[in-house]
């Protein structure tokens, strides 16, 4: 995954060959801002642009730009996955969800 970061804001960049330009999309914001350019220099410069320009326009709406997480989600998984998860966290002295939580923490690592 290639991503860019700038001011603790994170953006996933992908080529889009139409265009023959990088584009970026600012991720984790209560609303949507892109932005294009053709080489890293340019893009960057354009990701600082589009991120003031979506910030402005959030601080004249009242609007929190980023989006809050609570820090809970749903996770389905199979029965026999689940299964695993429980014996595993039992046999470490864990509760499912810090044993998931460590795994998924470390994956980030």
Do not use: W
């Not at 890293?40 to 600082?48: G, I, S, T």
């Not at 003031?52 to 730009?65: N, T």
């Not at 809970?72 to 429980?86: D, M, T, Y």
Request: proline fraction near 4%; glycine fraction near 8%; charged fraction near 25%.
């Amino acid at each position: 995954m290639n991503v860019m970061t700038v001011d603790d804001y994170h953006a996933t960049i992908e080529f889009d060959p139409d265009l023959d330009m990088f584009r970026g999309e600012i991720l984790g914001l209560n609303g949507g801002a892109d932005f294009y350019g053709k080489n890293p220099k340019e893009l960057r410069a354009e990701f600082k642009h589009s991120l003031d320009v979506f910030l402005e326009a959030c601080g004249e709406k009242g609007i929190e730009p980023k989006r809050h997480f609570s820090g809970k989600f749903n996770l389905r998984i199979s029965p026999q996955l689940h299964e695993k998860l429980a014996i595993a966290a039992q046999a470490r002295g864990k509760s499912i969800n810090a044993l998931a939580q460590q795994a998924l923490q470390e994956s980030f690592a």
